[in-house]
Every structure is written in structure tokens, then in C-alpha cells.
């Protein structure tokens, strides 16, 4: 006899905890800690080096149960099967029946046992499991930054309303990293430094068109699966390693399949200063390109603050009473008294949240809306797509934010890329 809930049986337990939970009831302690068998089921995406970090924390919760992996690698797909079934099989409560391995994700995606997805592709296979997962019902916690383009954001995120996906962007930054950001929002937010008068983004560079050699493709590595979307070209181990590798790849420098430095870690401090800026679903709306002899592009937003692509810190907040600079491993202010003076009860909160994966577990019981939805994911990456094509025209640009279009025909050729005619959807 099969016991493991149902994801209805799943979501309806979840949606009752909030009445339950402080009353001191068995009933409580019990949903607190789910059974080996009331575990949300879980399918991974790629399970490269970050999809690897993924799978050990989603291992080490109780909350939840991977049954299936996938990869283009087999060497990187045998290592995670092995993975999930050694955690599980010393766990003699967990009935566990095996992971299966998948070399096509579309495998995942059909299986109606699967509750939801973890999608750590490279940036140019995020779209297409993000739609295809939603259409098929299941939710999503997809890695940064969440899109090759602009409009393939638009596209999940519109998909995800549609079918009400409880979608979680993996800007981790929101949650962790002992709190430093998420301090420095809330000290910008309640006016600490007076007038947001200029942002700096410390982060690496735009993109550049993929120059790689070809290379013999190597037993077990299936190079078609892997370029999917984007435009044909011949294997190269710079852009999908051979075997498990323990660094994260370099198809991150390539306009092909990703941003750059700027859409890398820009994803993630990009993000944080829209938090900041309260700036959740919108954006910039011009992009000025660096002047001979300065350095950075240039964001300007329609309340006049100017955010720059470069900077001392992760993100350097300046305003008309001081200065706030905020790392994964500090945050710091100018003048201090600004980091000393406790934020108050009844002033404006973070979203409460110290761990993102487990943020979205509990959203995906509670049917609430995580930390970094869909919508936020999109807006983020986007300003990232729009420091890459200023960068590339070097022409000061106009953005609208709510019709997501430039006033300028060669920019908004850019704001989308038609997938090889295989993968269109």
C-alpha cells in the first residue's frame, strides 16, 4: 500500500498548520515533522556543481524526498543518483525505492508522482523546464539568473500566474548570509541614510560572443541536449566540463548562454538594491553607457536615483545622511551610528525568511508567495539583461518598464532570442 500524501493530500496538511501550530497538540509537533512518507516529492535539473549544492541541502530535509535526477553528463548523473540513494537507504524510515536518472529533463516533468522541480541549468535552460514544469502543475525553485533574455522572463512569469506555480528564485542573498543584506535593505527602506541618492554594484563584466575552439564531445556527454535553445556549435569543456567537476563553469562569460559577470553575481546585488529601492516589479528607465574616460554604466530610475555597474562593495548605498555598504562577509556604514540604531517594531520588515530552500518548502504547503517569486526573479535579471545591451550598443537608451520595450528598434531585438526551431514552445 502506497501512504505517501498525494500533493493535495500535501498542500491541504500545509494549509492547516497555521491553525494548529502553538497549540501544543501531537497533531502540531506531527506536521512540524513530516513523515518519511508525507515528503514533497522532488525532481532535479541539472545536478552540475550548483545543482550538486542544491541537492545536499534539499537532502538534509525532512520536509521533502528526491525521487528522480537529470544531467546531460552521465558521470555528473550517476554521482547524484548514487548521492540521493545513499542518504536515503541509511535512513530505514524512509521506504525509500530508489532515484531515478534521466538524461532528458522532459522525463521528470512527465511523471505525475513528481510534486515539484529544482532547476539548476545553465542560464540558457531555465525558461523551458520553468514553462513546461508549470504547465504540467508542478511548483518550481529555479537557480539565478533566472533567464537568458527579457522576454523569456515575461513569459514565465505570466505561465506561472496562470497556473498559480509557487515559484522560488534562487536569490539566496534575500534570506541568508547572516542577515547583512536583508540589513542593509531595511536600513535604506526606513530612511537611515536619508534620500537614496546613488547605488553602486560591485560585480564583473557583460557577456562576450563564445570564441571556443571544438573539441571531440566525450563518451556519455550528450552535447546536443546541452545546447537546446541556443545557437549550434561544437563541444568545447570550457562551456560543459567533462566528468564531475567541482568549479563552476565558464559558459557564464558567453552571450550564447548566459551574462557575464554582470547577470553572475549581478543577479544576486542587482537584485538586492531593487529590494532596497522598492523596486520589486519594475525597473530602471534609461541605461547611459560609460563616457570616454569613466568607468560603468550608468542606471537611472524615475524617482532620479542613479544605480552604476561597479563599486567598492557587493552594494554601496549612498544617500543624503550616509552610506551603506553591504557584502556577503560585511556590512558596513559611514556614519556607524547608522548600523547601531536598531530597526523598530513598526517600521518596514524584510520578508521574514533565513533559508531560502526551506522558505519555499513551506510555500509550496502554505500556498503563499516565497521570498523571491517569479516576478521578483524576472525584474532582477532583467536590469542584468539591460547592463549587457548597454554595454553592447553603447548608445544612452530609454526603458519602459511596463511595456518592457527600449525607444530604440536595434535594443529591442535584444530584449528576446528565437530558440532553435526544435525547442520552440
Not at 38 to 59: A, C
Not at 69 to 95: F, S
Not at 266 to 280: E, K, R, S, V, Y
Not at 283 to 293: A, L, N, Q, R, S
Request: proline residues 5%; glycine residues 10%.
Amino acid at each position: 500500500m502506497n501512504m505517501r500524501l498525494s500533493r493535495r493530500q500535501f498542500l491541504q496538511a500545509g494549509s492547516a498548520t497555521p491553525f494548529l501550530l502553538g497549540t501544543g497538540s501531537l497533531l502540531a509537533e506531527e506536521l512540524k515533522k513530516p513523515s518519511a512518507n508525507d515528503r514533497l516529492t522532488l525532481g532535479f535539473i541539472g545536478v552540475g556543481t550548483m545543482g550538486r549544492g542544491h541537492l545536499g541541502g534539499f537532502l538534509g530535509m525532512k520536509e521533502v524526498q528526491v525521487v528522480a535526477v537529470c544531467d546531460v553528463v552521465r558521470e555528473r548523473l550517476d554521482d547524484a543518483k548514487q548521492m540521493v540513494e545513499k542518504r536515503y537507504g541509511a535512513d530505514k524510515k524512509a521506504e525509500y525505492k530508489g532515484c531515478d536518472a534521466y538524461s532528458d529533463f522532459r522525463k521528470i516533468i512527465e511523471r505525475k508522482d513528481i510534486d515539484a522541480v529544482v532547476i539548476a541549468t545553465p542560464d540558457h535552460w531555465h525558461a523551458i523546464p520553468c514553462i513546461l514544469a508549470t504547465q504540467a502543475g508542478k511548483d518550481i525553485y529555479c537557480e539565478k539568473p533566472l533567464t537568458h533574455n527579457i522576454a523569456e522572463g515575461r513569459k514565465i512569469v505570466e505561465t506561472v500566474a496562470k497556473h498559480k506555480t509557487i515559484f522560488q528564485t534562487g536569490s539566496q542573498q534575500r534570506s541568508e548570509f547572516s542577515n547583512r543584506f536583508r540589513l542593509a535593505v531595511e536600513l535604506v527602506r526606513n530612511g537611515r541614510i536619508g534620500k537614496v541618492k546613488t547605488v553602486r554594484i560591485g560585480v564583473g563584466g557583460p557577456a562576450k560572443p563564445c570564441d571556443l575552439s571544438t573539441q571531440a564531445v566525450p563518451e556519455g556527454t550528450d552535447w546536443e541536449m546541452w545546447l537546446g535553445p541556443a545557437p549550434e556549435r561544437g563541444y568545447n569543456e570550457v562551456l560543459c566540463p567533462k566528468g564531475i567537476h567541482r568549479h563552476f563553469p565558464a559558459w557564464r562569460n558567453y552571450q550564447e548562454f548566459a551574462g557575464g559577470g554582470v547577470a553572475d553575481m549581478g543577479a544576486h546585488h542587482f537584485d538586492i538594491a531593487q529590494w532596497a529601492l522598492g523596486m520589486d516589479d519594475s525597473g530602471p528607465v534609461k541605461i547611459i553607457p560609460p563616457e570616454k574616460g569613466e568607468t560603468g554604466l550608468k542606471f537611472v530610475y524615475a524617482n532620479g536615483v542613479e544605480m552604476f555597474h561597479g563599486g567598492e562593495a557587493d552594494c554601496v548605498f549612498v544617500g543624503e545622511k550616509g552610506t551603506i555598504r553591504a557584502s556577503r562577509g560585511k556590512i558596513e556604514s559611514d556614519p556607524i551610528e547608522i548600523l547601531k540604531t536598531p530597526i523598530g517594531e513598526k517600521e518596514w520588515h524584510c520578508y521574514p525568511s533565513d533559508n531560502h530552500k526551506k522558505n519555499w518548502v513551506e510555500c509550496v504547503r502554505s500556498r503563499k508567495q516565497p521570498i523571491c517569486t517569479a516576478e521578483t526573479g524576472h525584474r532582477s535579471a532583467s536590469v542584468c539583461h539591460l547592463t549587457n545591451i548597454g554595454y553592447r550598443l553603447r548608445k544612452p537608451l530609454t526603458w519602459d518598464p511596463v511595456k518592457e520595450q527600449f525607444d530604440d528598434a536595434e535594443a529591442n531585438k535584444l530584449v528576446s532570442r528565437e530558440p532553435r526551431a526544435k525547442w520552440k514552445i
